[in-house]
């Protein structure tokens, strides 16, 4: 077990936005020597990890490596519900089939940064082993503990109230099923980004309640443009752990320069004051805004990949775009179209670049789609045989006529 106070103080520093109840508090039970329980639970809403979950797994990692026990607990039952966190309208209510399915990889796209075996291995947990056989009289016993105004005063739900959209029950129940995990796995500590504090709050409540402990929570940074914006789907920028090394180059280089320090603290093992040096010269305009950000994107993808990739990733993106040789024909998709002009909805989801029409007007509109080098805007826009389409940093597409 490390207690030194350096591995500490790294451990509660960088990334962590807040600890609960203090620091002084976990900072104390670390320097007892003895091994503490810490877990962070991730809902099966995707088939893929991606890499706001990496930060996460990063500090967990060096949890496991301070000799405490790690646990990676897979929602697969409070999926089902649906986490009403940062969400305007209720969110989508997914199948036991279809939460299966999704988090097939997640152990092994985990194993990244956790280890499952040898000395101290991470634990994978699933919280329908107590969840799913809970009794009808349990669960009225849990919601006993919480009472209406606390789950009103959550952000999403004033702003639902405030523009008349409703609030369903079963999303007042998620906090409360979430909150019983600890209980359920008598935990030291939980961790998770800090969109996340009140549900791990209600969990320290409930510990506190039913098993007479306290239970610390470490909140986490998120990564976020400027305007406080998480990415997303839609935009094109989501890294997710099935991108190839090109592709996640690509994304970072795509992200504004506003998240250039973020990215440093919670994406890289860069040391925290070579990002404080990053930081002041971006301040002082002393660097180019674009070589950091490659730098960036190297230390990234070397994290999820290797750096013989990174270098190559690296290389491909300056050829493509810094040195304007433009794609080679191999990385160009072939959409072949009944009639000329064609509708450039339509060649982005026959391309594969979007699934549905309504995905494709969205990356149109948010300014994600270039046709010869040109952004459009216009979700009616068409495109002429022969026009070069180009989706985010690495994905191309020829108009072709039959």
């Known amino acids: 077990m490390k207690t030194d106070q350096e591995s500490i103080d790294r451990f509660l520093s960088r990334s962590v936005e807040h600890v609960f109840p203090n620091r002084e508090f976990v900072e104390a039970r670390l320097k007892e020597g003895k091994a503490l329980s810490l877990y962070v639970g991730v809902d099966p809403t995707g088939p893929s990890l991606h890499i706001g979950h990496a930060i996460w797994l990063r500090k967990l990692g060096e949890w496991q490596k301070l000799g405490h026990k790690v646990i990676m607990l897979i929602g697969d039952f409070t999926a089902m519900i649906g986490d009403p966190t940062d969400k305007s309208a209720v969110r989508k209510q997914l199948t036991r089939e279809e939460v ?13 940064f956790l280890r499952f075996d040898g000395e101290n291995p991470a634990e994978l947990k ?3 082993t107590w969840l799913a056989p809970m009794a009808l009289d349990q669960a009225i016993g849990l919601t006993s503990y919480f009472t209406v105004n606390q789950l009103l005063e959550r952000d999403m739900f004033q702003r639902r109230m405030e523009e008349a959209k409703p609030i369903y029950l079963h999303e007042f129940l998620y906090p409360v099923m979430q909150g019983y995990d600890c209980v359920a796995m008598d935990v030291d500590g939980e961790m998770g980004g800090n969109d996340q504090t009140f549900n791990m709050l209600a969990g320290r409540d409930l510990m506190k309640s039913m098993r007479k402990k306290e239970k610390f929570v470490v909140a986490l940074k998120l990564l976020v443009d400027p305007t406080g914006m998480k990415m997303g789907k839609s935009e094109g920028n989501m890294i997710t752990f099935e991108d190839s090394a090109d592709d996640m180059f690509g994304k970072v280089m795509s992200w504004t320069d506003g998240m250039i320090v973020g990215g440093f603290e919670l994406c890289t093992d860069v040391s925290m004051e070579e990002v404080a040096k990053i930081s002041k010269s971006l301040i002082r305009d002393e660097v180019n805004p674009r070589d950091v950000k490659a730098r960036l994107a190297f230390e990234i993808v070397k994290a999820f990949h290797d750096e013989n990739l990174a270098n190559n990733a690296r290389d491909s993106f300056d050829s493509l775009f810094r040195d304007k040789k433009g794609p080679d024909e191999d990385q160009i998709v072939a959409v072949t179209v009944e009639s000329s002009p064609a509708r450039l909805v339509d060649v982005l989801v026959v391309a594969g670049f979007a699934k549905t029409n309504s995905e494709a007007k969205r990356l149109i509109d ?19 045989t022969g026009s070069l389409i180009q989706k985010g940093p690495r994905h191309f597409a020829r108009v072709v006529q039959k």
């Open 100 to 112: 299966l399915a999704n988090c097939t990889k997640y152990k092994e796209q985990a194993s990244r």
């Open 366 to 384: 948010q300014g994600g789609v270039k046709v010869d080098g040109t952004p459009v805007t216009d979700i009616n826009a068409t495109v002429a």
């Open 126 to 128: 699933f919280n329908s």
